[in-house]
Structure formats: C-alpha cells, structure tokens
C-alpha cells in the first residue's frame, strides 16, 4: 500500500481484516502480569464464530497472563499494515474448549492440542474494539469495532 493510494472506506477495512484473520496463521499476543510486566508472543490462532482461539501452555507467562488478566491486545501485520484487537478473555482447560473450535484450530495450523501435553490452555479471545489501517493517511478511521460491536 502506497501513501499516494485512496484511504480503504471502513467497509473494506473491516472485509480486509476478516480476510487476513482466515487467512494468517501468526498473531502477536500482547499481556501483562499483575505487577503489569508486559509480555508479547506471536501464537498460531484460528479465527471461529467471531473470536480469535488461541492455544499455548498454562505455565507460561502468556498463559498465566491470559487466564488471570482476562484481556489482551492481538496484532497482525507490519507497521503499514495494521489490525489491532482488544479483546476479552475466556479460559478452557485443553479438554473443555469447544470441538468444533479445537478442530479448527488444528485443521488451520495442523496441529492438535489436545493430543499433547496436558499443560496447554485454551483462550478465546472476543473481539471488543479493533483497529486497521494502512500507513497515516488512514489513521481516521481506523477504529472499525468499539464496545464489540462492528462501526461498519
């Protein structure tokens, strides 16, 4: 995306982020302990029934982060080409999580949890504002969810 190019309408924007939520297989995970230590990871995740399923162990500090916290801060992209989304967060032990949203996790990034280590944690992430754009010229806009619910 060039700077010269016409600013996308939040229509397309909220198209585009949908596109590369089923499309990537990375995603930055922002979090913070309670001493508000931050930490930030990229984690394979799966897009499903509008939240973003995330996977790792509970002995980590994203794990633990995710699990105490309830919130976090996901990013995809460069720095042209951004999607932040804030989102709260639900805790599954490895066996609890929905079916269809583990077997879509595993379908995605091919691999299954639940037939590792008993220390991974599911988390769903739902969506309560998200921004994306593309370069400054973008900037207005930008905010295409507020309070969980599409501006678009």
Not at 101 to 114: E, V, Y
Request: aromatic share 8%; with cysteine; hydrophobic share 40%.
């Amino acid at each position: 995306m060039k700077i010269t190019a016409s600013p996308r309408g939040p229509g397309q924007r909220r198209q585009d982020v949908l596109d590369r939520l089923e499309r990537e297989l990375d995603i930055w995970v922002a979090t913070a302990d309670a001493d508000g230590t931050p930490c930030m990871v990229p984690l394979w995740f799966v897009w499903h029934e509008e939240s973003v399923w995330l996977c790792t162990r509970l002995t980590n500090p994203t794990g633990r982060n995710l699990r105490d916290g309830g919130r976090t801060r996901l990013a995809l992209g460069h720095t042209r080409d951004v999607v932040l989304i804030d989102g709260e967060v639900d805790t599954f032990a490895l066996r609890e999580a929905p079916s269809a949203a583990a077997g879509a996790f595993a379908a995605k990034t091919g691999w299954d949890p639940r037939e590792d280590s008993a220390s991974y944690a599911w988390f769903r992430v739902r969506p309560r504002a998200v921004q994306a754009w593309h370069e400054v010229h973008e900037l207005k806009q930008r905010h295409i969810m507020r309070d969980g619910a599409w501006t678009c």
